[in-house]
């Protein structure tokens, strides 16, 4: 198994872009989430979804869209980029549908810069 | 929702010696506490976790220790060495209603000097 695969690992965009950060489980998780981090401020979560079909909003959603079509992939999109968005972006997933008791298996991240 | 407060953010120990990071949490509803370790550049990974229904957990030179009551929970590591040297993270898990998810503190960089 691959894991959880993020892609790009890196990526500049100018204020005002919009671009989606691919998010890929090959473990048939039904929990996928976003989180960023950021110095300082641990890891924050952004949107999460329980299975397909299923999203919700997590601390700090603004600014980012997210949709889940099929069990593997949960992409997330920034409509319309910011400075303060540039982070580090963590896709994490999860086999139990409702998370408890369940750990998160993270990818290896995305740096984003946003200029 | 839930607030996890984590300390010391940063923690300089000599090899050999015990480390300990602390975290509190607001939401008496929690129920599950995941320890991660992330090392520089790389993802946070699990190390070890603990339920609601368990005081203590140990695995090797870890141990993850509960007080539902205080609504605390701590990390120990014993016999550090320099691979420890890495950001940890505590979390819980906010259970609520309907689903859960996973309130991150904001890491304790542990450095494990020679």
């Known amino acids: 198994n691959a894991g959880v695969t993020q892609t790009p690992k890196f990526q500049v965009l100018k204020t005002g872009q919009s671009m989606t950060l691919q998010c890929a489980q090959d473990?048939?998780?039904?929990?996928m989430s976003w989180y960023r981090q950021d110095p300082g401020m641990g890891l924050r979560l952004i949107h999460y979804s329980v299975g397909a079909g299923i999203t919700d909003q997590g601390e700090v959603p603004n600014g980012y869209n997210v949709s889940r079509s099929t069990t593997e992939d949960f992409p997330l999109r920034l409509l319309s980029a910011a400075p303060s968005q540039t982070s580090v972006y963590f896709c994490?997933?999860?086999?139990?549908?409702?998370?408890?008791?369940?750990?998160?298996?993270f990818g290896n991240g995305t740096r984003l810069t946003v200029t | 929702g839930e607030n996890v407060e984590q300390h010391p953010s940063t923690l300089s120990v000599q090899e050999g010696d015990s480390a300990v990071i602390k975290c509190t949490y607001s939401?008496?509803?929690?129920?599950?506490f995941p320890w991660y370790k992330q090392e520089l550049g790389k993802r946070p990974q699990l190390i070890i976790d603990?339920?609601?229904?368990?005081g203590e957990k140990k695995d090797q030179r870890i141990a993850v220790t509960l007080n539902k009551t205080a609504k605390h929970f701590s990390l120990h590591i014993t016999e550090t060495q320099p691979e420890d040297s890495a950001v940890y993270f505590c979390a819980a898990s906010n259970s609520g209603s309907g689903y859960s998810t996973l309130t991150f503190g904001k890491g304790t960089m542990l450095l494990v000097s020679p």
């Open positions: 939401d008496s509803a929690s129920n599950y």
């Open positions: 994490a997933s999860s086999y139990a549908q409702g998370l408890r008791g369940s750990p998160l298996h």
């Open positions: 473990m048939n998780h039904e929990y």
């Open positions: 603990i339920r609601s229904n368990v």
